[in-house]
């Protein structure tokens, strides 16, 4: 197994480009089972979770093929099998959602209950929920889900919570349907809107997305496209962390400074200077980081996936910090981790409370989920000595060549398989 070795505090430097977005390629490449016809995406991830995805695509019949760097080809005209298979879905939640654009296509589909990080509870009644309502006949039994429908109807689906996944799925499984869906209280997270901007490409008709409300008027057909995913804004946040938690000051290219507005804006309440073009921002910190609150919430909120990384840029700040975590209510695991690195933070419930500390000290850590992962990585830039990061299976499934972009900006990282006895100082 690997490890991530870092020895903390070489400032971060210079210019690093985002890449394509995990989340909304997840969603779109489910998506893409609704063409006949062959799609390329461009700027798509390398990491383990689109790599799941690729599986599960090319286990149900679909063709996937890698036509340069960071850009493949789906076409799933021939698509046959409409059972996605135990093994994939219990690596990652995202691929539950190819359940509605089987139905579309097929009539039928037999999905497990899926799996993913261990951060709380993670149900699918919403989506379950969501294609009853839509007609299809639901049967849960030996931990699948089959659902049947000869073409589903639209109807007017309200969520109870704003669920990012949920609202993906749903559209998805209307494209194909007869008559006009309307999601309420959907998510408006840029991933969903990212993905009514590719269902449209593909011919589907669909209004709102970006909205509370998204309206999907179904069509017989649906065809391949070409589109270009949107830039990673998890990605682009913990590189922002990074450089903050360093006193760096960093350009991010390839980057959606709107996608990013409530992350940066904290970063300024903690004295960062954030300047933002089009197409790229600027991170420069250059004292110690001030202690401040935060709440996650949907978008446009502070993003859950963002609480863990910020946790780190807080453990080192000056002043007590509270942060409330409202999506996801097991999200803390990173916090006995940064406990080992010297971090003072104290959880209860759905809350921690950090109490700064002038210097994190390097310590050998496990990721325990992807954005635990990516705490611990910003953690140890900053902690004195070295430290060691194992669980980088977790990281993987995430952030594209984080080890070698981290170095490309002057920190002094490697990746290694991890030995039984490690020195001091990497060579
Ligand atoms: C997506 C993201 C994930 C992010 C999360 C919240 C992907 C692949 N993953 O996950 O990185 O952390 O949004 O921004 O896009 N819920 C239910 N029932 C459901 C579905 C959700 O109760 O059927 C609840 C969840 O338990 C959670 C909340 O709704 O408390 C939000 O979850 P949701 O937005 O669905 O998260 P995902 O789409 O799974």
Redesign the pocket.
Known sequence: MDSIYIVGGNRLTGEVKVSGS??GT??IMAGALLAKGPTILENVPRITDVHTMMEMLQELGVRVRELEPNTFEIDATDLQSHEAPYDLVKKM??SFCVAGPLIGRLGYAKVPMPGGCDI????????VKGLQMLGAKVTMEHGYVEAKADKLKGATIYLD?P????TQHIMTAACLAEGVTRIENC?M?P?VNDLAEFLIAMGAKIKGGGTSTIEIEGVDEMRGARYRMIPDRMEAGTLAMAACITRGDVLLTDCSPEHCSAMFKKLQETGVKVIEGPDWARVIADSRPKATDIKTM?HPGF???MQQPFAALLAVADGTSVITEN??ERRFKYVSELGRMGADIIQEGRTAIIKGVPKLTGAEVSSSDLRAGAALIIAALAADGRSEISGVEHIDRGYERIVDKLASLGAEIVRREAAPETSARMA
């Open positions: 995990k989340n997840l969603a939640r995202a709380g509870a993670r149900p699918v009644d919403f989506h919570f669920s990012a996944g949920a998510a997270e991933e949907p993003p859950t996936d999506v996801y």
